[in-house]
Structure formats: structure tokens, C-alpha cells
């Protein structure tokens, strides 16, 4: 459970980087380089074992390009899309939904999910809907918060799609691996958008953001968050997901400005609750 927590406490301040990135750099742009750090970051330790494990990694190309284009190609740059028109608020708690998902996958790979995490996840899931329908289930979406729920669901395929690594793969082989190939798939996306947004400027503005989701919120968290999955399963990790919300309402508040009143409160206490409920054994 720790590694979950990391990951998401982690992952929180990335929506705010996001946020905070989408009036000086292109969505696609913010993705690119985002990798690319992160592929800087984690090269020391897994390029050496990605290379010894070179065989199995070809044997299971599949499986890691897949991989590689819903958690690093198409999550992050759906996340940064969103960040263009809507809240960093608003991103945490959509992406809070994503938990859900994880268990109906699990579920239908045949995981018993058990009644008390049933109930915690439906609890915390409550919490969030109320959060985005501003205290009722009739939701009215921005455009932004349309990307966020297909970015959930891209979130969600990775993590259920983690439980089918192969045992003898190493994982920092296998993180090196997704970050390369993702951004690979990214480069041509990247290249349209150079030629058609121009670049950004390499300003303390841009380039700190970057710098922290392409360390911590990648290779950081994207590792811890793996290790979790293999440890405890998709849908168990999903239901400390559900904290990210709170994270990412405290952090907008300290460093956007974002409000937090009485319904966010007590929409957090509902998934704190359903979280604590879920996540006992």
C-alpha cells in the first residue's frame, strides 16, 4: 500500500504542473519532453538491465508497446490536453474515477474484489461524483473534464494491463522500455506540433514543472506505482488512488489559488473514509 500512496501523493502534483504549464507549453510539447527526462532519469539504472534482458523483451513486444502507448503515449498528453480547459481540481477528482475501472477489469480477470473493498470503492466513488457535479450527480462537463475521463480510462487499462508483466522481467528494464517506445510514438505528434504551435520558451516556469513531472511523477512514481500493482493487484491500488483528489485540492490551493469549501470537504471525508474502508485487509 505504501508504494501506492507514494505514487499517487506524487502523481498529485503533476496535475498542478500541468495546470500550471498550459499557457507557455503545447500539450504534445509538455508530454515529449516530460519522457525525455524521464528517460534521463531512469537510464542509469535500466538501460543496462533492459539490454540484458533484450530477448524477452522482443518476446513480448506486444505487450510493452501496448503498454508503453496507454501509459506513457496517450495518458500523460490526454492529461496535459485536459489542463488547457479545466481545473487542477477538477483533473484529480475525475482521474480519481479511474479506480473503478481497474476493478471491473480485475473482476472480469477473475479477481475476487470482496465486499468491504466493494463498499469503500462505491463509497469513495460517491465522494468524487459529488465532487464534480458540485454536490449533485447531474454532471456538467467541460471540455477538459471530457479528456480527463478518457485519460482515467487510459490509466486504468495500463494498471490492469501491469498484472500480465512477465514475473521474470525486470522492472526497471521494463520501465526504460515503455519510456523509450513511448516517446517514440510521441515524436511524430511532436514534430506536427513544432511545426505548426512553434516551440516554448526554456524559462524557471517551464522548465521547473517539467523537470518535476519528468523525475518524480515519472520515473519515480510510475515505478512505484508498478511495484504496487504486482504486490497488491490493479484493483487494491486503485482504492488508494481514490486519495488523489485530496492531494491535488490541497496542492492547487497552496500553489494556484483554487478554493476549497464545504462540499469538497465533505466530499473528502467520503473518500478518505471509503479509501480507509477499502484498503483494510
Request: aromatic content about 10%; overall charge positive; proline content about 3%.
Amino acid at each position: 500500500m505504501g508504494l501506492a500512496l507514494v505514487a499517487t501523493v506524487v502523481w498529485s502534483g503533476s496535475f498542478v504542473a500541468s495546470r500550471g504549464l498550459a499557457d507557455s507549453v503545447p500539450p504534445v510539447q509538455g508530454a515529449f519532453w516530460r519522457w525525455l527526462i524521464a528517460l534521463a532519469a531512469v537510464a542509469p539504472f535500466g538501460a543496462r538491465a533492459a539490454w540484458r534482458q533484450r530477448a524477452l523483451i522482443r518476446a513480448h513486444l506486444g505487450f510493452v508497446a501496448l503498454a508503453s502507448l496507454l501509459g506513457v503515449t496517450v495518458y500523460n498528453t490526454l492529461v496535459n490536453q485536459a489542463g488547457l480547459t479545466t481545473s487542477a481540481s477538477n483533473m484529480g477528482m475525475i482521474m480519481a474515477a479511474s479506480p473503478v475501472v481497474m476493478a471491473v477489469f480485475s473482476r472480469l480477470g477473475g479477481e475476487r474484489l470482496g465486499a468491504r473493498r466493494t463498499a469503500g470503492l462505491l463509497v469513495a466513488a460517491l465522494g468524487v461524483l459529488l465532487l464534480v457535479g458540485r454536490g449533485s450527480v447531474n454532471l456538467d462537463l467541460a471540455t477538459g473534464d471530457l479528456w480527463m475521463f478518457a485519460a482515467a480510462l487510459a490509466f486504468a487499462s495500463y494498471s490492469a494491463l501491469l498484472r500480465r508483466k512477465p514475473a521474470e522481467l525486470d522492472g526497471t528494464a521494463f520501465l526504460f522500455t515503455t519510456f523509450v517506445l513511448g516517446a517514440l510514438m510521441l515524436a511524430p505528434a511532436y514534430a506536427v506540433s513544432l511545426a505548426l504551435q512553434g516551440g516554448f520558451a526554456a524559462t524557471s516556469g517551464t522548465v521547473g514543472p517539467l523537470l518535476y513531472v519528468g523525475v518524480f511523477s515519472s520515473a519515480v512514481a510510475f515505478f512505484a506505482w508498478n511495484k504496487a500493482i504486482s504486490l497488491i493487484g490493479a484493483a487494491r491500488a486503485g482504492v488508494v488512488y481514490y486519495l488523489q483528489p485530496v492531494c491535488v485540492a490541497l496542492l492547487s490551493l497552496a500553489l494556484l489559488g483554487e478554493t476549497t469549501g464545504p462540499l469538497q470537504l465533505v466530499c473528502m471525508a467520503l473518500i478518505l473514509g471509503g479509501v480507509t474502508l477499502g484498503a483494510r485487509r
